[in-house]
């Protein structure tokens, strides 16, 4: 496997037919497609909806065999929180995604959490619960608040070798300032873009409408090469996914990095 794998979160957009789906291509067959040039996907829709362990196989059969998936958790285990069903939340989110766990296609498992989930003693109990629940699975973490940009924090996540996701995002207060950090085998870097005007008034549509330049890639290049240094495989997942962006930022990164970047063979 190569180290540094570049994708987007998400592939199946409509708006994508024409920017890099042909067209007249069927939305069935944008798995087999997007990954005949990209190495990694973030799967969102299982966050809308509890992942089906039919249509998992299927997607584990329709890609390569080093392609590798991040799948998000329903949202039952990180934003519509009920602390006395979240155990079996947790294991029928678990039986939803077993084919492609079975199939060595599993790169992680993205805990995102929203701005309000505060850096306070109930939700930090709650974490540790759910990554406790969790814990055969490859697990990476997103906060959206700073309240968790802490040492204290990285160095929880490192003891129990959970991946913390490194976010580039607006410049706004309260949201997280962009970092290299590696707290497992797993280094991730999500680009949500730098749409200040949408982040809080928009939808999940406008809020990440935005093209990176080249410039602002390049801020990424050393730091990403930091991270290959300790760890295994680096993810990184390109979410400003309105009009195709994310694909254009995607080959580009792949561009600066060069050698370095990834290989779907």
């Not at 080093?66 to 079996?88: C, D």
């Not at 939808?203 to 295994?232: C, F, G, S």
Request: with cysteine; hydrophobic share 40%; charged share 25%.
């Amino acid at each position: 496997m190569e180290k540094i794998l570049i994708g987007t979160s998400g592939y199946s957009y409509d708006d994508w037919v024409g920017p890099f789906y042909p067209c007249g291509t069927k939305q069935a067959d944008f798995l087999e497609y997007y990954a005949r040039e990209f190495p990694v996907t973030e799967l969102n829709f299982t966050y809308y909806r509890m992942p089906d362990a039919y249509l998992t196989k299927r997607m584990a059969l329709l890609t390569p065999g080093n392609f590798l998936f991040s799948i998000k958790a329903h949202k039952t285990l990180t934003h519509e929180i009920r602390p006395e069903a979240f155990k079996a939340e947790a294991a029928a989110f678990v039986s939803g995604i077993e084919p492609i766990m079975d199939a060595g296609k599993l790169g992680a498992v993205l805990l995102q959490f929203p701005f309000g989930f505060h850096y306070t003693k109930e939700n930090r109990r709650y974490l540790d619960s759910l990554c406790c629940t969790l814990h055969e699975l490859p697990l990476a973490v997103e906060f959206r608040n700073s309240q968790w940009q802490r040492e204290s924090v990285s160095w929880g996540l490192k003891e129990r070798g959970i991946a913390l996701v490194n976010v580039d995002e607006p410049d706004l207060a309260g949201l997280l300032s962009a970092q290299d950090m590696v707290t497992s085998q797993i280094g991730y870097v999500r680009f949500h873009g730098r749409n200040c005007g949408n982040w809080w008034k928009g939808d999940n549509v406008t809020r990440y409408d935005y093209l990176y330049n080249d410039e602002e890639l390049q801020q990424w290049v050393p730091r990403i090469m930091k991270m290959t240094e300790n760890a295994q495989v680096i993810l990184i997942v390109f979410n400003n996914h309105s009009k195709g962006q994310a694909i254009q930022n995607a080959r580009r990164l792949k561009e600066m990095l060069g050698d370095r970047g990834e290989k779907n063979i």
